[in-house]
């Protein structure tokens, strides 16, 4: 049953930024009792104008399925990301939230950080919500979106070279670039969100932070719901971290896979048990691949402005950031 206007009760967006702990903020916040997240984790709905899929280059096709339309007019079941386009599509990813039940509706969505465009498309259609936002040592985050990067056959290049050559893009955007460097530039993303929300119903925290209790337990609190018993030391926990990385195997099979649209195709024909059971011998567990010292300094010193404006606009200081 359509139900138009249902996402005018959305009240919650983690809205970035990438590789810093929005999936992890998403499970554990959906998990309280009177919470209702989008089965879609991330809709991307309010970056569309900064978006184009008919530009998404074609390493990215083959690892994002192209079947939204089917997807929403069936079960929908719990799916990552996706490209939402119409307003009524976005209404359908809330059905089956009840404001009388669900003080929490929410969804998560990096690109919301990123583009330009979400800031006014968010006041719009969610004028009263609460924003949160995680963030993460800039040259910590980067490391880890070119590990993402090597693991799903984006790129074979070392660290510093894929940054490079992906800052040298000639059309840089969402889906036909990696954004490594742009998507750590929190300052200037951040700045006009902290000048047009309350400060009150905006809350930056850090990936760090993500370790103590104490930081889930005051998320709960600010969202208004109460935490059942063990709730944030479960949330805490090392092992509760969502979307921790790995590594390809095969890593030349594996861009092959990727650039050829091979990988796409398999992923459609085959059937969805299979499938879980083939990334699991194709992807290994672990950390991004190494980089140099050279490299992490090069990486720290490009972020060195950024983190300084960062600062002044929290108002704290972030020594770490700087080293």
């Known amino acids: 049953m359509m139900h138009p206007g249902a996402s ?5 967006l983690i809205i970035g930024a990438a590789k810093c702990g929005t999936t992890t903020l998403h499970r554990h916040l959906a998990a309280l009792p009177g919470a209702y997240f989008s089965p879609l984790k991330e809709p991307n709905f309010h970056a569309r104008a900064d978006i184009d899929p008919a530009r998404f280059s074609a390493s990215f096709r083959a690892n994002h399925r192209d079947d939204l339309a089917a997807w929403l007019d069936g079960p929908r079941p719990p799916r990552a990301i996706g490209f939402v386009r119409e307003l009524a599509d976005y209404d359908r990813l809330f059905e089956a939230a009840d404001p009388a039940r669900h003080a929490v509706i929410g969804e998560a969505s990096t690109t919301t950080l ?13 004028p009263t919500a609460r924003i949160l936002v ?22 074979l290049d070392d660290f510093r070279t894929a940054v490079e050559r992906d800052m040298a893009a ?27 929300w309350p400060a009150d119903r905006i809350r930056v925290v850090l990936t760090e932070e993500l370790s103590d209790p104490a930081t889930w337990a ?23 971290r969502a979307n921790v990385g790995g590594r390809a195997r095969f890593e030349r099979l594996n861009v092959w896979l990727t650039r050829s649209g091979w990988k796409g195709r398999l992923a459609a024909a ?18 991004a691949p190494d980089w140099s010292a050279g490299d992490r300094e090069w990486a720290v010193l490009r972020y060195a402005d950024e983190v300084r404006e960062l600062e002044r606009l929290l108002g704290r200081t972030l020594p770490d950031w700087k080293r």
């Open 8 to 12: 005018r009760h959305v009240n919650l």
């Open 134 to 155: 995680a963030l993460r040592h800039p040259a910590e985050r980067m490391r880890s979106h070119w590990g993402m990067a090597r693991k799903y056959g984006f790129t």
């Open 218 to 240: 005051g998320l709960a609190d600010w969202v208004g719901l109460e935490a059942p018993k063990g709730w944030a030391e479960q949330a805490a926990a090392p092992g509760a």
């Open 170 to 196: 000639a059309d840089p955007g969402w889906g036909q670039t990696e954004l490594f460097y742009e998507l750590g530039c929190y300052a200037r993303q951040l700045a006009p969100w902290l000048a047009a």
């Open 270 to 287: 085959v059937p969805r048990g299979m499938k879980a059971r083939l990334k699991r011998g194709f992807y290994a567990d672990g950390a």
């Open 114 to 126: 990123w583009a330009p465009s979400a800031l006014a498309s968010v006041q719009a259609l969610h």
